[in-house]
């Protein structure tokens, strides 16, 4: 055997090793879950909870909290990131609670006390069947879905198939493949990633408002990420920026709580363009243009 092959096929065969290992090891370098015992009580500070169970069809258990206001004006399906459980998720909760919005957040399978494989066609499945529980006692047009980070991928494809008020997406990905190169550009991804998350094709089909919360100093998933989902339909689609805002942070900043109120507590309004500038355009032949 040649010398120059011997090097081909070596790393031919480390970059097939460095391939399966990737595979296999995805769902652990994705998803950090914290695990639950099945007798944990969650407590928050002057938030009324129920917590529930829905069974699937393929025999998993959904764990849930419904955190409660005195007069709902509608729900919030919140759809968290890829680390710990509801035990720490739910204290975001309270920004939309004192608003007078009910909350739902639940664990996705293998987080807290959810059980089942997780897939990424499984967890779509679950979070519709959650979906349609509170289509049950809600009417769609005083759901809200939010998105956070990883629960924004999610939260499109439920605003694609359904009829909700309105998507708002924190921190959301192009898709899972596009934020997985940044780190392994040499590896086929297309092949070897089992959650993709497609967020830019599930949004062409959403036909609510939405709403895009993004800081511009975010590390992880970049702010021109967000810029670039927000082209994707324009004329349903507001970015918010969150000057200096990290990736794990935004909730610190007052103006992400300004953004927020204004979000859910405003009511949409169209704009009277007539008599505005909409239609003017600049001449190319003035300099100070």
């Known amino acids: 055997?040649?010398?120059?092959?011997?090097?081909?096929?070596?790393?031919?065969?480390?970059?097939?090793?460095?391939?399966?290992?990737?595979y296999f090891l995805q769902d652990y370098l994705m998803f950090k879950p914290e695990k639950l015992d099945k007798d944990f009580q969650f407590h928050y500070e002057n938030?009324?909870?129920?917590?529930?169970?829905?069974?699937?069809?393929?025999?998993?258990?959904?764990?849930?909290?419904?955190?409660?206001?005195k007069e709902p004006k509608g729900v919030v399906f919140y759809l968290k990131g890829n680390s710990k459980s509801m035990k720490g998720w739910g204290k975001f909760a309270v920004d939309f609670t004192?608003?007078?919005?009910?909350?739902?957040?639940?664990?996705?399978?293998?987080?807290?006390?959810?059980?089942?494989?997780?897939?990424?066609?499984?967890?779509?499945?679950?979070?519709?069947?959650?979906y349609n529980k509170i289509k049950e006692n809600v009417d769609e047009k005083y759901v809200i879905l939010y998105g956070r980070s990883l629960g924004s991928g999610f939260a499109t494809?439920?605003?694609?198939?359904?009829?909700?008020?309105?998507?708002?997406?924190?921190?959301?990905?192009?898709?899972?493949?596009?934020?997985?190169?940044?780190?392994?550009?040499f590896m086929p991804l297309s092949i070897l990633i089992k959650f993709p998350m497609p967020t830019y094709k599930w949004l062409k089909y959403v036909q609510c408002p939405i709403h895009i919360i993004h800081g511009t100093d975010d590390k992880l998933i970049p702010y021109k990420t967000s810029v670039k989902l927000s082209k994707i339909k324009p004329k349903l689609t507001t970015l918010h920026s969150i000057i200096?805002?990290?990736h794990k942070n935004l909730n610190t900043f007052e103006y992400y709580h300004k953004v927020?109120?204004?979000?859910?507590t405003s009511k949409p309004k169209k704009i009277n363009l007539e008599g505005s500038s909409i239609h003017v355009k600049h001449s190319s032949k003035t300099a100070n243009a």
């Not at 829905?54 to 258990?61: H, P, S």
């Open 98 to 130: 004192r608003h007078g919005f009910d909350v739902i957040m639940v664990d996705y399978r293998g987080f807290g006390k959810s059980t089942g494989r997780r897939t990424q066609k499984a967890v779509k499945r679950d979070l519709q069947v959650v």
């Open 157 to 185: 494809k439920l605003a694609s198939m359904n009829n909700p008020r309105m998507l708002i997406l924190d921190a959301p990905y192009y898709s899972l493949s596009k934020v997985a190169k940044r780190y392994v550009p």
């Open 260 to 264: 927020l109120d204004e979000i859910i």
């Open 47 to 69: 938030q009324e909870i129920e917590e529930y169970n829905v069974e699937t069809r393929d025999g998993a258990t959904i764990n849930g909290l419904h955190f409660k206001s």
């Open 1 to 22: 055997m040649s010398y120059w092959l011997y090097i081909v096929l070596l790393v031919l065969g480390i970059y097939v090793g460095i391939s399966v290992l990737l």
């Open 244 to 246: 200096g805002g990290g």
